[in-house]
């Protein structure tokens, strides 16, 4: 995966063999990608690596995280649970999705054209974030750590898989990711577990 935040915007993320080829999802939504971080960086967010995707940042929490796929572009909001959504506009990521949290895009246009509304919900997020105020969770659920939560943000697949396993399948990865205290090693944690994630396999099962 790359490591530096420019390679994104002119290779891609380097998770697969599209990686700086034209035919890398990045190459395909540049224009719209580069909209919105122009948009991000414009409303003052911090821009940080993670989980090889743009992610923007404010008061030391995540507030957004930018994503390129085959059939669409997206930015995805963390704690969007917070968000008053007036405008209707954002998606649930599959259908086990228990938060709509992103904006989705299928042309090049669509974020210069949403950016005051892109723009406004940015600025609702990052006042929660400036208050520390987080969603309420709801009763048994797990709270993950902020680097699977960046994954599964950024990485459709991974997330329809980890939502399809049992709650003690779940508990099991998350326990093992954030048992770990450096960032960087409960990233490299996610990427091991990843194959056991999309075989619908608990942490430690074989």
């Given amino acids: 995966m790359i490591d530096d935040i420019e390679d994104y915007f002119t290779k891609g993320c380097g998770r697969c063999p599209r990686f700086a080829t034209p035919d890398c999802s ?13 948009i991000c960086l414009g ?4 821009e940080t690596l993670r989980w090889a995707h743009p992610c923007y940042r404010h008061a030391g929490r995540n507030i957004a995280i930018l994503g390129a796929f085959r059939a669409d572009y997206r930015i995805t909001f963390f704690d969007a649970a917070l968000l008053a959504d007036p405008a209707g506009i954002l998606e649930r990521q599959g259908p086990n999705s228990r938060q709509a949290d992103a904006i989705r895009f299928t042309d090049n246009t669509g974020p210069s054209a949403m950016a005051p509304l892109i723009t406004a919900y940015l600025a609702e997020a990052m006042g929660h974030a400036a208050a520390g105020r987080r969603p309420a969770r709801a009763a048994g659920a797990t709270e993950l750590p902020e680097e699977l939560v960046a994954a599964l943000a950024a990485d459709p697949g991974l997330a329809a898989a980890f939502r399809r396993l049992t709650p003690g399948r779940q508990h099991s990865h998350v326990l093992h990711i954030a048992a770990a205290k450096a960032p960087a090693t409960r990233i490299a944690r996610i990427a091991r577990l990843r194959g056991r994630i999309l075989a619908g396999k608990g942490a430690m099962e074989r």
């Fill in 26 to 38: 990045t190459r395909r939504w540049e224009d719209g990608l580069g909209a919105l971080r122009r």
């Fill in 43 to 46: 409303s003052g967010l911090e």
